[in-house]
């Protein structure tokens, strides 16, 4: 899953990918996305371990960040596992992260993951998108979304976006996903909010 590619740091304190996962690296499944006219997002997490406890980038912003646009990454998503919920404490953890990708010159998008409406009034100045609840696992909790979303929409505009979480398909193969008509009701819901429009399955 998204939270486990990582296995730990080297010496040096540079991530180190699962080598059975990605036994050539991430730096080569970069170059393969690229090759075929996609972009690439990797996944961290800013307190100390991710939510299924591989390593956090809390302290190691700087060398995280050196370390996606090396590898050329163009999407990160950090998560809220094992971290402060001070608000405070959060925006100052994001905003360190922030720093750090801006420091690298590689545009990478920059999407926050703390659940909670309270970052809608913040989100611009940290990031290109931060989640404003929870994870959209059903059709009950599409609405639920979207009725967090609503009144936040002030706080959108180009460049920084209120992230209602990911799109659920259609597919029964899929181990989450919604009916044919619930699917073209949450993507023309999200497109009316300007929510980001990516879609989480397996």
């Known amino acids: 899953t998204q939270s486990t590619w990582a296995v730990g740091r080297d010496k040096d304190g540079v991530l180190v990918a699962d080598p059975t996962a990605f036994p050539h690296g991430i730096a080569a499944v970069a170059d393969y996305v690229h090759s075929r006219g996609l972009k690439l997002g990797i996944y961290t997490d800013r307190g100390t371990k991710t939510c299924a406890g591989r390593p956090g980038s809390l302290d190691h912003e700087t060398i995280d960040a050196q370390t996606f646009a090396k590898w050329g990454i163009d999407y990160l998503k950090e998560d809220s596992c094992y971290a402060s919920g001070d608000h405070n404490t959060a925006f100052a953890q994001y905003g360190r992260m922030r720093d750090a990708l801006n420091a690298t010159g590689r545009p990478i998008y920059f999407s926050l993951c703390g659940w909670n409406t309270w970052y809608a009034a913040k989100g611009a100045s940290l990031g290109n998108s931060w989640r404003i609840g929870g994870d959209v696992n059903g059709w ?40 044919p008509a619930q699917a073209r009701t949450q993507f023309g819901l999200w497109s009316v909010m300007a929510a980001p429009l990516l879609i989480g399955s397996n």
């Open 140 to 179: 009950g909790t599409v609405w639920n979304a979207a009725r967090l979303n609503a009144p936040l929409a002030p706080y959108a505009g180009p460049g920084g976006w209120n992230d209602p979480d990911m799109l659920v398909g259609s597919s029964p193969h899929a181990a989450v996903h919604n009916t």
